[in-house]
């Protein structure tokens, strides 16, 4: 299935990733991307990724309801969120984790700020995947 078809992504406001196994991870570039990403592009069964008590960019695996995502595929789409973190140059870092429908934002709140719950906790090793 083509994401992309059901929901254009604008790469001037994310990052786009093609994981090994052809899942799609997108990457908020400001905090605005992120309230963006996070709060209208998102699909309610997207997985939703932040590293945990740091600065950082919001991403999204993309949901495709042919499949759910394994393990190996939530840890590569972990990664790149601890890239896009504060937490970048750290040996490993948490990494919260959860159904995009279970992010929301308070009235009020600063950009890029967003409440969440339902959350795991994944630890990764911040990287980027290779390019093929």
Avoid at 84 to 92: I, L, P, Q
Wanted: net charge positive; charged share 30%; with cysteine.
């Amino acid at each position: 299935m083509n994401q992309e078809e059901e929901r254009p992504i604008e790469k001037k406001r994310m990052r786009v990733y093609q994981l090994e196994d052809d899942w799609t991870v997108v990457v908020g570039k400001s905090d605005t991307d992120n309230d963006y990403l996070s709060l209208k592009f998102r699909h309610p069964k997207d997985t939703w990724f932040h590293v945990e008590g740091l600065p950082g960019s919001h991403a999204l695996l993309l949901h495709d309801p042919e499949r759910e995502p394994r393990r190996p595929t939530l840890e590569a789409a972990a990664a790149i969120a601890a890239w896009h973190s504060k937490g970048r140059h750290a040996s490993k870092i948490s990494v919260n984790v959860t159904a995009a429908a279970h992010v929301g934002k308070q009235r009020g709140a600063p950009a890029g700020q967003v409440t969440v719950s339902h959350c795991k906790s994944i630890k990764v090793k911040p990287a980027l995947p290779e390019i093929q």
